[in-house]
């Protein structure tokens, strides 16, 4: 059993000699890299868009790719899909006020 451990020790010492700083340096040059990657604009809006008073919940569904997309854009940048519905449907509805009025003028009759 000692044969087999002090076997394995060997190993590892030949491992661990046989590593470079030059060759462990490396990869972290990579991961800098890609942190120095310029972050595109609607990243950081997407960041900074609050939900915290946000208390109503939907049930959304997505065709395949969209939902495959939107869990993708959430490992590359930890940005949670609520917050990218949330802040799409927010831009949405500003960039056409015509659907308020439509909103309101329903209500409106409904009240009658």
Known sequence: M??????ADQLRSKIAKTETPAAMEAPAEKKKEKKLAVIPPVIELLRAYDLADHKKM????FETQTAQMLHHLKMATGIEVNKVVGYAVNQFLERHPE?????KQHLQKLEL
């Open 58 to 61: 939907l049930h959304v569904r």
């Open 99 to 103: 659907l308020k009025t439509i909103i």
């Open 2 to 7: 000692s044969e087999i451990k002090s076997l």
